[in-house]
């Protein structure tokens, strides 16, 4: 953003004001998280001194199944701002769960949450998820946006671009 700025406008201070206001975006906090670093550092294995000296493998089990959306591709979906009730792990932290969440486990590995900064001009509304008992929702076809044909070694495989709608959300797949 600052690049693109700086094309056209120049003032005081631009970087830094860029800066702050990329932080503060609301948006920017839901979408480019993938351009974030992780706030705390991984815990790295030990090297071994010679190959096939030491071969580990860690098994869990017990754990409850949770996916908050369950789709048919494993996208990361920003849902909403939850408080942090405590820290239950080196890398692991209980938030507060609304009770229609209340099915979810409520511990969560950090990688799967953000650091958010909040601003007044922000107004944040959980967007509501209407899951089933097997932690699936009702998605609906709107309608069919492009289709092409690509053609292979020895068949043609026909590709469809669909609009999506759940709750109030439309998606493209």
């Excluded at 631009?14 to 975006?25: E, F, N």
């Excluded at 008992?133 to 069919?144: A, D, M």
Aim: charged residues 25%; proline residues 5%.
């Amino acid at each position: 953003m600052y690049h693109d700025l700086k094309r056209m406008f120049w003032w005081p201070g631009i970087k830094s004001d860029v800066a702050t206001l990329v932080s503060k975006c609301l948006t920017c906090q839901k979408v480019k998280i993938g351009h974030q670093r992780p706030s705390q550092m991984l815990q790295p294995l030990e090297i071994p001194q010679w190959k096939w000296e030491g071969i580990v493998m860690d098994f869990v089990t017990g754990l409850l199944r949770t996916r908050v959306t369950k789709t048919k591709k494993l996208n990361l979906r920003y849902i909403a701002s939850f408080e942090i009730l405590r820290r239950t792990g080196p890398l692991a932290y209980q938030i507060a769960l609304p009770l229609c969440l209340s099915n979810l486990h409520d511990v969560f590995h950090l990688s799967q949450l953000r650091k958010y900064t909040s601003d007044v001009a922000h107004v944040l509304e959980p967007e509501s998820v209407e899951l089933k008992e097997n932690l699936t929702f009702q998605v609906t076809p709107v309608r069919i946006d492009d289709t092409s044909v690509k053609k292979l070694r020895g068949k043609e495989v026909l590709l469809v671009k669909v609009t999506w709608r759940r709750a109030r959300v439309e998606e493209h797949t």
